[in-house]
């Protein structure tokens, strides 16, 4: 029987594929195929911009932006005589051309997929899919061997936790496993708060139980007996499925007491949090389980000597969990051989920002910005020019063309100043407002504060009062050294990692366009006119054909002017809203 796959993550059931799958069984039922065909309603498959996404299989003809009301369409023409529908399939942004196959989309095929190699490919509520493609015997290895081997075999691997620090997996496996304890936790954060980031939601939608094998590994070897899933409440379809997956591994003797006959127990439990970025910092995490609000407590001592209601824990993150199964079953010199010398495996990154293609995207460690977003995602949108990359996350930093040939690992981001952090890549063009940008990303770190330290209460205030005032043409250049001063003082004394990061924006922007920010204090001028206090719509009487379209979509009246003659804007009136910008089909409107 031929499978025919269509994506249920999130993006892909906000853009209709429910209405589709039902629809489809429709058709299939009226046309008496139903024992031709089998849909299976999968995860995500990353593209989320040309959802809803739907895979013909052995064929692997790739369907996109596919709605209920073009199921007859495929049906007929596909299904029942061979020829596949043209108009569905993918058309490449560089070459034009329609793309036929999965494989031979370029998003795709430059991509190496451990983590997400099951995701849009089974069913994430089916642990006999998940059974069918190698699922848990990475755990059935691992039950073989002793606990110090289980976490040799990690160290060997070089896998650092995906969620922002990069500190070695197995080393904090060590930790954990020698620290006394009566009793010991796992924990698996899935408290994913970076705008625009979606890399752990995809993988507990699209690959539930290979985070739950990965928690289970880990708890074998560090000699814990229960866990815990924090996910944030706001993930609902990740919460469902995680929930469904916990269920079937009970069912099937994955968890509980005396799994497979090994003695060994495990009870999982899932904890939803409320939303709050400060929860992704892991004693923040610990103290919301507990039941506390959730804030940041001074390390030593760390998690691995007392974490949970004073337990020793381990605490690591979606992705981190996700690749464990992998090493267990291909071995440690498998894992290593991908990836730079420092930073092995694969990371996943959610690409967004002004992208001709936006998703997820996972690939090898080295490979260098250029491929990711001229490769992968398809270059700039509207072929404008690349200007920036804020990579890490609001606590990461931005990038600029000059190191689109930087390969991509935890050490050269570093030196960057930037980071890798939880995989957030925000692309940015030549439209966009560094100051600003800065100002957007510390806007939302300041509200996110817990408010405990004063450094990051207060300075990340401050900091924001002063971008504002430049924004608004009213810096100095004092304003300047203040936030280079303010930065480096918070990243000194913040008591978490919150407010350690959280100046990096402002720094690195400070680094990379500190002429961006002179123009807006000096010159009063925004280089991108991005910043609407400081730009003026004018129009220019060269290119004006004067065919009135700007006054009559003006919605404050501030442009006049004679039918095919040049027309001016009233600088008093005009309110700044970017409509005679937009609709101008000759250029004519600029801001200045």
């Given at each position: 029987?031929?499978?025919?796959?269509?994506?249920?993550?999130?993006?892909?059931?906000?853009?209709?594929?429910?209405?589709?799958t039902a629809k489809l069984t429709e058709e299939l039922e009226k046309r008496g195929l139903v024992h031709d065909y089998?849909?299976?309603?999968?995860?995500?498959?990353?593209?989320?911009?040309?959802?809803?996404?739907?895979?013909?299989?052995?064929?692997?003809?790739?369907?996109?932006?596919?709605?209920?009301?073009?199921?007859?369409?495929?049906?007929?023409?596909?299904?029942?005589?061979?020829?596949?529908?043209?108009?569905?399939?993918?058309?490449?942004?560089?070459?034009?051309?329609?793309?036929?196959?999965?494989?031979?989309?370029?998003?795709?095929?430059?991509?190496?997929?451990?983590?997400?190699?099951?995701?849009?490919?089974?069913?994430?509520?089916?642990?006999?899919?998940?059974?069918?493609?190698?699922?848990?015997?990475?755990?059935?290895?691992?039950?073989?061997?002793?606990?110090?081997?289980?976490?040799?075999?990690?160290?060997?691997?070089?896998?650092?936790?995906?969620?922002?620090?990069?500190?070695?997996?197995?080393?904090?496996?060590?930790?954990?496993?020698?620290?006394?304890?009566?009793?010991?936790?796992?924990?698996?954060?899935?408290?994913?708060?970076?705008?625009?980031?979606?890399?752990?939601?995809?993988?507990?939608?699209?690959?539930?139980?290979?985070?739950?094998?990965?928690?289970?590994?880990?708890?074998?070897?560090?000699?814990?007996?229960?866990?815990?899933?924090?996910?944030?409440?706001?993930?609902?379809?990740?919460?469902?499925?995680?929930?469904?997956?916990?269920?079937?591994?009970?069912?099937?003797?994955?968890?509980?007491?005396?799994?497979?006959?090994?003695?060994?127990?495990?009870?999982?439990?899932i904890k939803a949090g409320a939303g709050a970025f400060v929860c992704g910092e892991e004693t923040a995490l610990l103290?919301?389980?507990?039941?506390?609000?959730?804030?940041?407590?001074?390390?030593?001592?760390?998690?691995?000597?007392?974490?949970?209601?004073?337990?020793?824990?381990?605490?690591?993150?979606?992705?981190?969990?996700?690749?464990?199964?992998?090493?267990?079953?291909?071995?440690?010199?498998?894992?290593?051989?991908?990836?730079?010398?420092k930073s092995k495996g694969t990371k996943v990154f959610a690409l967004t920002g002004k992208l001709k293609n936006t998703?997820?995207?996972?690939?090898?460690?080295?490979?260098?910005?250029?491929?990711?977003?001229?490769?992968?995602?398809?270059?700039?949108?509207?072929?404008?020019?690349?200007?920036?990359?804020?990579?890490?996350?609001?606590?990461?930093?931005?990038?600029?063309?000059?190191?689109?040939?930087?390969?991509?690992?935890?050490?050269?981001?570093?030196?960057?100043?930037?980071?890798?952090?939880?995989?957030?890549?925000?692309?940015?063009?030549?439209?966009?407002?560094?100051?600003?940008?800065?100002?957007?990303?510390?806007?939302?770190?300041?509200?996110?504060?817990?408010?405990?330290?004063?450094?990051?209460?207060?300075?990340?205030?401050?900091?924001?009062?002063?971008?504002?005032?430049?924004?608004?043409?009213?810096?100095?250049?004092?304003?300047?050294?203040?936030?280079?001063?303010?930065?480096?003082?918070?990243?000194?004394?913040?008591?978490?990692?919150?407010?350690?990061?959280?100046?990096?924006?402002?720094?690195?922007?400070?680094?990379?366009?500190?002429?961006?920010?002179?123009?807006?204090?000096?010159?009063?001028?925004?280089?991108?006119?991005?910043?609407?206090?400081?730009?003026?719509?004018?129009?220019?009487?060269?290119?004006?054909?004067?065919?009135?379209?700007?006054?009559?979509?003006?919605?404050?009246?501030?442009?006049?002017?004679?039918?095919?003659?040049?027309?001016?804007?009233?600088?008093?009136?005009?309110?700044?809203?970017?409509?005679?910008?937009?609709?101008?089909?000759?250029?004519?409107?600029?801001?200045?």
């Open positions: 029987m031929k499978r025919i796959l269509i994506c249920t993550g999130t993006g892909c059931v906000s853009s209709g594929s429910r209405k589709l089998s849909i299976v309603t999968t995860g995500c498959h990353g593209f989320c911009e040309q959802g809803p996404i739907m895979i013909v299989e052995p064929e692997g003809v790739f369907y996109c932006r596919v709605d209920a009301e073009d199921v007859e369409e495929v049906v007929e023409s596909h299904l029942v005589n061979g020829q596949i529908v043209e108009r569905l399939l993918y058309t490449d942004p560089g070459s034009k051309e329609k793309i036929k196959h999965y494989n031979d989309i370029t998003f795709y095929n430059k991509q190496k997929r451990i983590v997400l190699q099951r995701c849009g490919h089974i069913n994430p509520e089916s642990i006999d899919d998940y059974l069918g493609t190698n699922g848990y015997e990475g755990f059935k290895r691992a039950l073989t061997m002793k606990p110090m081997e289980i976490i040799e075999e990690v160290k060997q691997s070089g896998l650092r936790g995906r969620g922002g620090a990069g500190f070695p997996t197995g080393l904090k496996w060590e930790f954990a496993y020698k620290a006394e304890g009566d009793k010991k936790y796992v924990v698996c954060n899935a408290d994913e708060g970076d705008p625009g980031a979606f890399m752990d939601r995809s993988i507990l939608e699209g690959d539930p139980h290979a985070v739950i094998e990965g928690m289970l590994i880990a708890a074998y070897a560090i000699g814990a007996d229960e866990g815990y899933v924090y996910v944030r409440a706001e993930y609902p379809l990740a919460t469902k499925r995680l929930a469904i997956a916990i269920e079937q591994a009970e069912e099937r003797g994955f968890l509980g007491d005396n799994i497979l006959g090994s003695g060994f127990n495990f009870h999982l439990k103290a919301s389980i507990e039941g506390k609000r959730g804030m940041p407590r001074v390390r030593p001592p760390f998690p691995a000597q007392k974490g949970l209601w004073g337990k020793p824990t381990n605490i690591n993150n979606v992705e981190t969990f996700a690749n464990v199964p992998h090493i267990l079953r291909n071995g440690a010199q498998w894992y290593s051989s991908i990836g730079t010398e998703g997820l995207a996972e690939v090898p460690m080295g490979i260098t910005m250029r491929e990711i977003i001229f490769d992968i995602g398809g270059g700039i949108q509207g072929d404008k020019e690349f200007k920036a990359v804020q990579i890490g996350g609001p606590s990461g930093g931005c990038l600029t063309k000059d190191h689109l040939d930087l390969p991509i690992d935890y050490d050269s981001l570093t030196q960057a100043g930037a980071m890798m952090g939880s995989g957030g890549l925000v692309v940015m063009d030549e439209t966009t407002c560094m100051v600003d940008v800065a100002r957007f990303f510390l806007r939302f770190t300041q509200a996110e504060s817990c408010g405990k330290c004063t450094p990051c209460r207060e300075g990340t205030k401050r900091m924001l009062e002063i971008l504002t005032r430049i924004v608004e043409g009213k810096g100095t250049e004092e304003d300047l050294e203040k936030l280079e001063k303010l930065g480096k003082i918070i990243k000194a004394t913040s008591l978490c990692g919150l407010g350690q990061t959280a100046p990096n924006p402002v720094l690195t922007t400070l680094r990379y366009f500190r002429h961006e920010y002179e123009a807006h204090i000096k010159e009063k001028r925004c280089p991108a006119g991005a910043c609407k206090d400081l730009i003026l719509y004018r129009i220019d009487p060269e290119k004006c054909t004067g065919c009135g379209r700007c006054a009559k979509k003006c919605p404050s009246g501030a442009i006049s002017g004679q039918l095919k003659e040049v027309h001016v804007i009233d600088v008093d009136k005009c309110t700044k809203c970017n409509t005679c910008y937009e609709v101008c089909r000759f250029g004519a409107v600029y801001k200045g």
